[in-house]
């Protein structure tokens, strides 16, 4: 059976406090493992950390990224909200925050969120694509179009941003710019099958429209 990484008195005993050193070995592991995937056996080792050390932002952050992953936004939102109230102008918790009220269909918050993460970090490329996939849901697509522009200025390499931005330009009708965009997401990531699929129909789409009869007037 492995070690506890924290220490604890001996049996019968209360349970001393982990120092300062085995938390961040701890916090080390567990980020190692979330990196790798592993997001049950991260998540599992956050939470030790957060026991020890219930302030511990990053910790609050991460877990809440790790239950967002799974499907259980509500606890991303409690979660992220705490690392927040402990570091009030860290972006990226922000932006995730929004990604999980965007989740649990609180559009509202979840622009605002996104907003508050531009605010603190005006090149986030992400918090400008998050922006404009709730905009998207709520059909204000050429909004999303601005964002999405933005957000490939910022990182012409994001494949998600690519891939997005040919999700809007194909709802606004304009599929041969959507065209582009997926191209250049399946050219950044050959393996994703969002894009390519995402390119094939939008390949049919203008097939279409170039062969649909043209209207008597």
Known sequence: MSSSPFRFAPPGGRPGAASPQQVDAVFAQAHALHQAGQLAQALALYERVIAAQPRHVD??????VIHLAQGQAQQAVDLITRAIKAAPRNASAYKNRAAACAALGQFDLALLNCA??????PDMEAAYSNRANVLMQLERNEEALADLARAVALDAHSHAAHNNLGNVLSRLGRYAEAI??????????????????NLGLCLLRLGHV???????P
């Open 59 to 64: 910790a609050l952050h991460l877990a809440g």
């Open 116 to 121: 508050k993460a531009i605010e603190l970090q």
């Open 180 to 197: 582009e965009a997926y191209r250049h997401a399946v050219a950044l990531q050959p393996d994703a099958p969002a894009a390519r699929w």
């Open 210 to 216: 170039l062969q649909r009869p043209a209207q008597v």
